[in-house]
């Protein structure tokens, strides 16, 4: 399925110089673009009406299903600036595919693959000029889908919007990358077997907002979640995946079983280890293993993945009892030849082996 998105433009687009001001600091998640795609959903007609449209607040019913039931998934992608000035994105299939996968387990129609591309495609053709020039600058897309049925009664809505929004952002960490310190809570849990840990959900990243304020009055800038049975198992932080690098080149990664996100940064990194022969094992690691190999010197890096923050080094986990620190303590060298060669082919400074860019515009 496919559907042709019409074109009604800003009347009032931001002048260049205002626009060229924002883009030399944008930070990240502050600084939007001028349009946005919105395409619609009812039961019976299906998707429809698409369209890019100046962006603008969305007229919300208070009695809204989104409201009350919290049926809603999201996705998160960049484009990244060429060489040659062009536009490309990185793997928009692959978060096609994931948002499709979302829906299936919020009881949401699935948007059709060839919709999800043809938007994030045509957005950023027509807001190309917002992708900043700057080092690590890129354009954060945030496709995301919620109900939108007037109704309060406990059910699937019979009626959804689709929208992507734009935004210019420079790194994730102000400052630029340094090795981060964790709190490995053992109050609250993200995701339980049979939950919605795999899906892409608002609901996922509230239950994680108390755990990080935790984190912030341990002395930490991020949480890492243990699993909801044993509270043992090492998952996933409250955004981004987890890598241990040990000390034989080794590399381990928790597996994917329901209860954490597939991060495509995640699986974009395990198969750039293993072009270059490492072992990459997707098995469980527990909190007090962790502790031991940091201590003992088998465990010597540790990162954390994802599409805002792309490889962030980790230099301390912390938790009732205990403080370790991983390695050195700052960015390891394995962390650190992931994350160029990872941002070398999304900036086109390298080969593309796995033909991951599309280019846009």
Not at 321 to 349: A, H, K, N, W
Request: proline share 6%.
């Amino acid at each position: 399925m496919s559907l042709t998105f019409e074109f009604h433009p800003n009347a009032a687009p931001l002048a260049t110089g205002e626009r060229d001001a924002l883009l030399a600091d944008p930070g990240f998640g502050r600084v939007f673009t001028d349009h946005m795609a919105v395409v619609r959903y009812t039961e019976g007609q299906g998707w429809h009406s698409a369209r890019i449209q100046p962006r603008e607040p969305i007229a919300t019913d208070p009695a809204s299903s989104v409201l009350h039931y919290a049926q809603e998934i999201f996705e998160g992608l960049k484009a990244y600036r060429q060489p040659d000035g062009a536009v490309a994105l990185f793997r928009p299939d692959a978060n096609a595919r994931r948002l499709r996968e979302s829906a299936k387990r919020m009881a949401m129609p699935e948007l059709p693959e060839e919709v999800f591309i043809d938007s994030v495609r045509a957005l950023v053709s027509t807001d190309k000029d917002w992708v900043p020039s700057i080092s690590d600058g890129a354009l954060y897309l945030r496709p995301f889908v919620f109900a939108s049925e007037v109704f309060l009664g406990v059910k699937p809505s019979s009626e959804y919007i689709y929208a992507v929004i734009a935004s210019s952002v420079g790194s994730y960490w102000k400052g630029g990358v340094k090795a981060i310190s964790l709190w490995a809570s053992q109050s609250y849990t993200r995701a339980a077997p049979g939950g919605t840990g795999a899906a892409k959900c608002g609901g996922n990243y509230a239950a994680s907002l108390i755990a990080l304020a935790e984190a912030g009055r341990q002395g930490c800038e991020q949480v890492v979640f243990l699993d909801a049975v044993e509270r043992r198992w090492v998952e996933e932080l409250g955004g981004m995946n987890i890598f241990f690098v040990f000390a034989d080149g080794t590399l381990r990664t928790p597996p994917l079983g329901g209860t954490i996100l597939a991060g495509i940064t995640r699986d974009s990194l395990i198969r750039l280890a293993r072009d270059q022969g490492l072992s990459v094992e997707e098995a469980p690691y527990g909190i007090d293993q962790w502790q031991e190999d940091a201590k003992g010197g088998r465990l010597v890096e540790a990162f954390a993945c994802g599409t805002a923050a792309v490889v962030t080094p980790i230099g301390r986990v912390k938790g009732e009892g205990f403080d370790v620190t991983i390695g050195s303590g700052g960015p390891g060298q394995l962390t650190e030849s992931l994350r160029r060669q990872l941002t070398d082919i999304q900036f086109g400074r390298a080969p593309d082996p796995h033909g991951w860019m599309m280019r846009v515009a």
